[in-house]
Protein backbone atom coordinates (compact mmCIF):
# COMPACT_ATOMS: atom_id res chain seq x y z
CA UNK A 1 0.00 0.00 0.00
CA UNK A 2 1.64 3.19 -0.92
CA UNK A 3 1.63 5.95 1.25
CA UNK A 4 2.27 9.80 0.83
CA UNK A 5 2.92 11.54 3.80
CA UNK A 6 3.38 15.13 3.53
CA UNK A 7 4.86 18.04 5.93
CA UNK A 8 6.14 21.63 6.63
CA UNK A 9 2.56 23.76 6.04
CA UNK A 10 1.47 26.30 8.53
CA UNK A 11 0.74 30.36 8.89
CA UNK A 12 2.88 32.52 7.11
CA UNK A 13 2.91 36.43 6.22
CA UNK A 14 2.89 37.44 3.02
CA UNK A 15 6.44 37.60 1.25
CA UNK A 16 7.66 34.69 3.19
CA UNK A 17 8.62 31.38 2.65
CA UNK A 18 7.61 27.71 3.07
CA UNK A 19 9.20 24.34 2.23
CA UNK A 20 6.95 21.43 1.93
CA UNK A 21 8.10 17.89 2.03
CA UNK A 22 6.55 14.31 0.43
CA UNK A 23 7.82 11.33 2.01
CA UNK A 24 6.60 8.38 -0.54
CA UNK A 25 6.72 5.14 0.74
CA UNK A 26 9.03 2.08 -0.97
CA UNK A 27 8.01 -0.69 -2.63
CA UNK A 28 6.67 0.89 -5.71
CA UNK A 29 7.67 -0.52 -9.60
CA UNK A 30 8.22 2.75 -11.20
CA UNK A 31 6.97 6.61 -10.61
CA UNK A 32 6.41 8.46 -13.58
CA UNK A 33 5.94 12.20 -12.27
CA UNK A 34 5.95 13.36 -8.92
CA UNK A 35 3.97 16.84 -8.32
CA UNK A 36 2.02 18.90 -5.98
CA UNK A 37 -1.57 20.44 -6.17
CA UNK A 38 -3.33 22.58 -4.11
CA UNK A 39 -7.08 23.52 -3.73
CA UNK A 40 -8.02 26.55 -2.07
CA UNK A 41 -11.27 27.10 -0.26
CA UNK A 42 -14.13 27.15 -2.73
CA UNK A 43 -11.75 25.88 -6.00
CA UNK A 44 -10.86 22.79 -7.35
CA UNK A 45 -7.89 21.21 -7.26
CA UNK A 46 -4.89 22.60 -9.48
CA UNK A 47 -1.52 21.81 -10.58
CA UNK A 48 1.11 23.76 -9.05
CA UNK A 49 4.48 22.18 -9.65
CA UNK A 50 5.45 18.79 -11.52
CA UNK A 51 8.60 16.45 -11.96
CA UNK A 52 8.61 13.85 -14.59
CA UNK A 53 10.75 10.65 -12.80
CA UNK A 54 10.57 8.06 -14.77
CA UNK A 55 10.60 6.97 -18.75
CA UNK A 56 13.47 7.46 -21.03
CA UNK A 57 13.20 10.96 -22.31
CA UNK A 58 12.78 14.25 -20.36
CA UNK A 59 13.55 12.57 -16.83
CA UNK A 60 13.49 15.63 -14.95
CA UNK A 61 11.46 18.19 -16.45
CA UNK A 62 9.56 20.49 -14.46
CA UNK A 63 6.07 21.87 -14.95
CA UNK A 64 4.69 24.67 -13.11
CA UNK A 65 1.34 25.97 -12.74
CA UNK A 66 -0.70 29.16 -12.71
CA UNK A 67 1.65 31.88 -11.39
CA UNK A 68 3.70 30.17 -9.25
CA UNK A 69 6.83 29.87 -12.03
CA UNK A 70 9.87 31.98 -10.27
CA UNK A 71 8.23 32.32 -7.06
CA UNK A 72 7.96 28.34 -6.20
CA UNK A 73 10.68 25.30 -6.70
CA UNK A 74 10.14 21.28 -7.16
CA UNK A 75 12.93 19.05 -6.71
CA UNK A 76 13.37 15.59 -5.88
CA UNK A 77 15.95 13.31 -3.63
CA UNK A 78 16.49 9.98 -5.13
CA UNK A 79 18.07 8.52 -2.15
CA UNK A 80 14.78 9.34 0.47
CA UNK A 81 12.52 9.32 -2.39
CA UNK A 82 11.15 12.50 -1.24
CA UNK A 83 9.69 15.12 -3.10
CA UNK A 84 10.16 18.80 -2.19
CA UNK A 85 8.29 22.42 -2.45
CA UNK A 86 9.85 25.49 -1.94
CA UNK A 87 7.84 28.86 -1.85
CA UNK A 88 9.14 31.82 -1.96
CA UNK A 89 7.36 35.03 -2.40
CA UNK A 90 4.01 33.97 -1.52
CA UNK A 91 0.70 35.49 -1.53
CA UNK A 92 -2.57 35.20 0.10
CA UNK A 93 -3.81 33.84 -2.86
CA UNK A 94 -0.96 30.59 -2.04
CA UNK A 95 -3.30 29.80 0.70
CA UNK A 96 -5.19 26.00 0.56
CA UNK A 97 -4.31 22.38 1.34
CA UNK A 98 -1.18 21.30 -0.39
CA UNK A 99 -1.15 17.96 -2.10
CA UNK A 100 1.62 15.65 -2.82
CA UNK A 101 0.93 13.46 -6.05
CA UNK A 102 2.26 10.65 -7.59
CA UNK A 103 1.92 8.83 -10.93
CA UNK A 104 3.01 5.33 -10.71
CA UNK A 105 2.75 2.05 -11.15
CA UNK A 106 2.84 -0.73 -8.34
CA UNK A 107 4.08 -3.58 -10.19
CA UNK A 108 5.68 -4.28 -13.37
CA UNK A 109 1.78 -5.58 -14.50
CA UNK A 110 -0.51 -2.99 -13.01
CA UNK A 111 -1.79 -0.10 -14.48
CA UNK A 112 -0.60 3.32 -13.68
CA UNK A 113 -2.55 5.58 -11.35
CA UNK A 114 -2.80 8.37 -9.15
CA UNK A 115 -1.67 8.60 -5.33
CA UNK A 116 -2.22 10.98 -2.96
CA UNK A 117 -1.15 12.23 0.13
CA UNK A 118 -3.78 13.78 2.92
CA UNK A 119 -2.67 17.26 2.22
CA UNK A 120 -0.89 20.01 4.14
CA UNK A 121 -2.56 23.57 4.91
CA UNK A 122 -1.20 26.69 4.23
CA UNK A 123 -2.22 29.75 4.63
CA UNK A 124 -0.71 32.92 3.96
CA UNK A 125 -2.05 36.21 5.64
CA UNK A 126 -0.80 38.69 7.83
Known amino acids: QVQLVESGGGLVQPGGSLTLSCTVSDGIFNIYVMGWYRQAPGKQRELVAS????????????KYGGDVKGRFTISRDNIKNALYLQMDSLKPEDTGVYYC???????????????WGQGTLVTVSS
Open 101 to 115: NIDAKMNWDSSREDY
Open 51 to 62: IKTGGFSNRGET
